[in-house]
């Protein structure tokens, strides 16, 4: 295939043999003269004001010589209509230094899974460590233990084990990172189990059903190239000599360490307290806070298809959504990690907490959608160094816990209440497992987030008529958009600052927001590991 035609739009009755005609129509041949062709992305236009349609880019190739279709191309000279160059794959040149101990990766989602994947696949065989389970116990342990019988394991929950977080969220892949890398990172999922809807969708997800199997085939392939996974292994203490990393101290075992990736995920409070004690240098920066809404998601579909709701071919609506200076300082509300059809969980890292997060499985045909609400805050604004951050979000979360009575039930409030000064009553209906604790989120939330949401909510029902109506239920909090600091690193050898071996990445470390982003940062850590390094002087 040498022709890229962009923005193909197709009704949604349309068949395959409408979309080639049209494809056809847009290069001036005949249908019978495009030889193979592929969806390379699709996507839905539903904006107001017209038919909803898909859009799609095709890879077309046709019954004439490159030659031919290069000058056909250039004869169009439309913008939607390009002739496609290939592109040569990069190969990785290990390096020529000799490596004492094979490289260590402290982490199992995806920034870490991803970079021992790397490191394996060059012949490293990295030593990967991770506090919590495999994707098999973990499952027992979070869906049986936690939300059947109350009881929570603070090494082995919704945050903590392969996969990391990432393992039991709706595996959105959208990202608004621009690197090649995004698109092996998509490929390496496909590969391990993922529909290869998500090598075209222009929002793809895999659904929190999928993501723990693929986890677990990328891990033996890890292993079957030399890898070694040990769970259960939460990395206690650093090992530090002059100014670098020397060993890792995991239980009652110490660890003599080759160059090692830090991938412990956002919610590894207590490890990036220990790093702090340990001189690792870290910095606050922005971080959200808010709360997770849900609607039923017959009314998200209505806001966004219109009369057209229910149409079989029509995914699961979803929003993406700011009220634009709804908060002090014309800071913005938004949305955050919607997942129609989807569920909210409870994704605190320590017993006493409560944090809510969203997740869906991979045809989200829940009978509900939620998404966060969240707004930035700004630590210098607020007087918090790195380590003050995490105090402050943990003290919401504990308050919440209390609010709610115990047992895991999350403070709640219905949208049109908390914009009535009023408490909620009557029973929930929703997808949060432990169930609800009706209280005024005034009490449970900093003032200027609540006053924010006020303002926010008020403004995106004149939208989305019934967004802040009755049928919308707010928990609180949403408290793990992203990290609240950085470990701050060398940008040419991607190090940390002032402990030489050590490479911070992903979400915890500060770098990265989401399963596609956090991957790509791992693999660039990866790679610097392997250029500099050769794989044969481990013997």
């Not at 709701?309 to 955050?336: I, N, Q, T």
């Not at 209390?402 to 997808?431: C, I, K």
Request: aromatic residues 6%; contains cysteine.
């Amino acid at each position: 295939m040498a022709i890229l035609v962009r923005d193909i739009g197709v009704a949604l009755e349309a068949g395959a043999e409408d979309l080639l005609a049209a494809v056809a129509k847009r290069l001036h041949v005949r249908t019978e003269a495009i030889r193979t062709h592929a969806v390379v992305r699709r996507s839905l236009d539903a904006r107001r004001r017209r038919p909803l349609r898909f859009n799609c880019h095709v890879e077309v190739g046709l019954q004439e010589s490159i030659k031919q279709e290069r000058r056909r191309v250039e004869r169009l000279h439309r913008a939607d209509v390009r002739f496609l160059a290939p592109v040569p794959r990069r190969d990785l040149q290990p390096g020529t230094q000799p490596l004492r101990n094979r490289p260590v990766v402290i982490g199992f989602g995806p920034a870490g899974m991803f970079a021992a994947l790397r490191l394996a696949r060059c012949g490293f065989r990295p030593l990967v460590l991770e506090r919590g389970r495999d994707v098999r116990r973990r499952h027992f342990d979070v869906l049986k233990r936690f939300v059947r019988d109350g009881v929570f394991d603070p090494e082995s929950n919704y945050l903590f084990g392969e996969g990391g977080a990432g393992a039991y969220s709706d595996g959105k892949l959208y990202t608004r990172v621009s690197d090649p890398l995004v698109t092996e990172v998509q490929e390496t999922l496909y590969q391990h189990g993922a529909d290869p809807d998500i090598l075209v969708d222009a929002h793809p997800h895999i659904g929190s059903d999928k993501l723990p199997s693929i986890c677990r085939r990328i891990r033996e392939r890890i292993q079957q190239l030399g890898g070694e996974i040990r769970f259960d292994a939460r990395v206690d203490e650093l090992v530090v000599e002059d100014g670098g990393l020397v060993g890792l101290r995991v239980g009652g075992e110490t660890i003599t360490a080759g160059p090692t990736l830090l991938a412990i995920g956002h919610s590894a409070r207590d490890t990036v307290r220990m790093l702090a004690r340990h001189g690792v240098v870290l910095a606050p920066k922005p971080f959200q806070i808010g709360v997770r809404i849900e609607h039923p998601q017959s009314m998200v579909d209505r806001w966004q298809y219109g009369d057209a709701a229910g149409h079989e071919r029509l995914p699961p609506a979803e929003y993406r959504l700011v009220a634009k200076g709804a908060g002090a300082d014309h800071r913005d509300l938004f949305s955050f990690c919607m997942c129609p059809g989807g569920t909210i969980l409870p994704t605190n890292e320590a017993p006493g907490l409560i944090a809510t997060n969203g997740a869906s499985r991979s045809h989200r045909g829940g009978p509900f959608a939620n998404a966060g609400l969240v707004m930035t805050v700004d630590p210098a604004a607020e007087g918090l160094g790195a380590l003050d951050g995490l105090d402050y979000l943990e003290r919401i979360e504990r308050g919440a816990y209390e609010s709610g009575g115990g047992a895991y039930r999350a403070p709640a409030q219905r949208a049109v209440d908390l914009l009535a000064n009023r408490v909620s009553d009557g029973g929930y209906e929703g997808s949060y497992a432990f169930g609800v604790a009706w209280r005024a989120l005034g009490n449970v939330l900093p003032r200027e987030s609540e006053a924010a949401l006020r303002t926010g909510l008020a403004m995106l029902d004149q939208r989305l008529p019934g967004f802040a109506g009755s049928e919308a239920v707010i928990l609180a909090p949403e408290t793990r958009a992203s990290a609240p600091l950085r470990i701050l690193r060398d940008d040419l050898t991607r190090e940390a600052i002032a402990t030489a071996g050590l490479f911070p990445v992903g979400e915890g470390a500060g770098y990265a927001g989401g399963i596609v982003s956090a991957a790509v940062d791992g693999l660039k850590s990866a790679d610097t590991i392997i250029t500099q390094y050769s794989p044969d002087s481990l013997g």
